[in-house]
């Protein structure tokens, strides 16, 4: 399974969800607001579509709306408060990714 995990700028939350789960899945990571925002052909490259906050799924709506409206996308509900690869920020994205991502991939 293919999964993009999108932040603002992808350098904290969706950046420490890409490397944490590298070894279990394909995982790539970006932002919505960085300097080279994500793109189109890289949300099509993803079989699930991860955003940290609700906003950031209606901005992809916005933005690339025949993606959205192809793509299984998931909103965590994760505050921008984390550094990258913060102990409390691993924590809660292992108990909300595998919830989410175990029931689809079995």
Known sequence: M???FIGDQGLKRAKTAEDLFAKR????S????????????ELEWADL????????RRTI???????YAKKQLISLEIQDKYEYNDPELIKILEN???????PIVH
Not at 25 to 28: D, L, P, R, V
Not at 30 to 40: C, M, T, V, Y
Not at 49 to 56: G, H, K, P, S, W
């Open 96 to 102: 909300k990714l595998n919830q989410i991502v175990e």
């Open 49 to 56: 579509i991860v955003v940290m906050e609700d906003f950031q």
């Open 61 to 67: 709506a916005n933005r690339f709306p025949e993606v």
């Open 2 to 4: 293919k999964i993009i």
């Open 25 to 28: 899945f394909e995982t790539k």
């Open 30 to 41: 970006g932002g919505l607001f960085s300097d080279q925002p994500i793109s189109k052909e």
